[in-house]
């Protein structure tokens, strides 16, 4: 029987101070800093946002299913070469925390104890960041739901935890995230469905195969940051611009750091200070010159 793998995201969202600002079109200048920003004359009024301090906290939740003796890949961290452990061969056990492969961005080590099914590239190969190296096979359960298209630069990176909870059963385990091999939509077309991820059933808790569950997988959290309303910043991911409204009611076009964000709210780590106000929605990509 098919399982509803659909995702659902929770966003925790923080409330925005909101006024207004007499804007209009932009015309590039310098700031006292010497970059290229952007000035408004003062015309009809526009909603504004301030920046402000909030705590960021992302729960990503996804619909899964238990399945028996799951497969997981891991990925190499950084682009580099890839260097194997001497004696890891398919069918060999690698215990969790040992080492598995080598990169020039560190050791890669097993998250949970598993049997290595196989080796996805060579020895001493050369592989950009995020490629998938060695696959296993964790001798347990594991829920497996799909992450959404959206989440998977975030949940891809980096080493998270989640929490685990079978429909009728366990609940709040807490577990790894391990990325799964994609699978096919449908097996007549060449469209793969989102990709997968894993959480690995601690062997202490009791499972059945394919059982309806839950994933809250936690991709971020910072505490006392600066933030603003993600539909006040162009761009998603590192930088970012905001308008700045000046004293003067003129605004200007400034660069900013992107941190976290659960969707709803964005951490800013720097170009602009706390307090600051900004116009509610993003600076246009087409301006003059």
């Known amino acids: 029987m098919k399982k509803s793998l659909r995702p659902a995201l929770w966003l925790l969202v923080g409330t925005a101070a909101v006024g207004t600002v007499m804007a209009g079109s932009l015309v590039l200048s310098k700031d006292r ?6 000035d408004a004359p003062r015309q009809p ?3 504004t946002v301030q920046v402000a301090r909030r705590d960021i906290k992302v729960v990503i939740s996804l619909e899964s299913v238990t399945m028996p003796l799951p497969t997981f890949r891991l990925a190499a961290p950084g682009t580099g070469t890839i260097r194997f452990v001497a004696g890891l061969d398919p069918d060999v056990e690698v215990k969790q925390g040992a080492t598995v492969f080598r990169t020039d961005s560190g050791d890669v080590k097993a998250p949970v104890t598993a049997r290595l099914e196989r080796r996805l590239v060579p020895d001493s190969a050369s592989v950009g960041g995020g490629v998938p190296v060695v696959e296993l096979r964790y001798i347990g359960f594991g829920l497996v739901g799909s992450l959404p298209a959206t989440e998977s630069y975030r949940l891809l990176s980096g080493k998270l935890t989640a929490t685990g909870s079978i ?4 609940a709040g385990f807490r577990c790894p995230v391990l990325q799964v091999p994609s ?3 449908d097996p007549e077309t060449t469209s793969a469905v989102s990709p997968g ?3 690995a059933v601690p062997p202490d808790v009791r499972a059945f195969p394919d059982l ?18 993600v539909t006040a910043v162009s761009g998603g991911a590192d930088r970012g611009e905001v308008s700045v409204v000046r004293d003067n009611g003129t605004v200007a076009i400034r660069q900013v750091g992107l941190g ?6 964005v951490e800013i780590t720097n170009g602009i200070e706390e307090g600051a106000r900004v116009l509610a929605s993003p600076p246009p990509l087409l301006r003059s010159p």
């Open 260 to 265: 976290v964000s659960d969707g709803a709210i």
């Open 183 to 185: 699978r096919r939509a």
């Open 45 to 47: 009024e526009q909603q």
């Open 33 to 38: 800093t010497g970059a290229k920003t952007a």
């Open 197 to 199: 991820v894993m959480c």
């Open 167 to 170: 429909t009728g059963g366990p």
């Open 212 to 229: 309806n569950g839950q994933i809250a997988v936690t991709s971020g959290q910072v505490a006392n940051v600066l933030t603003l309303p």
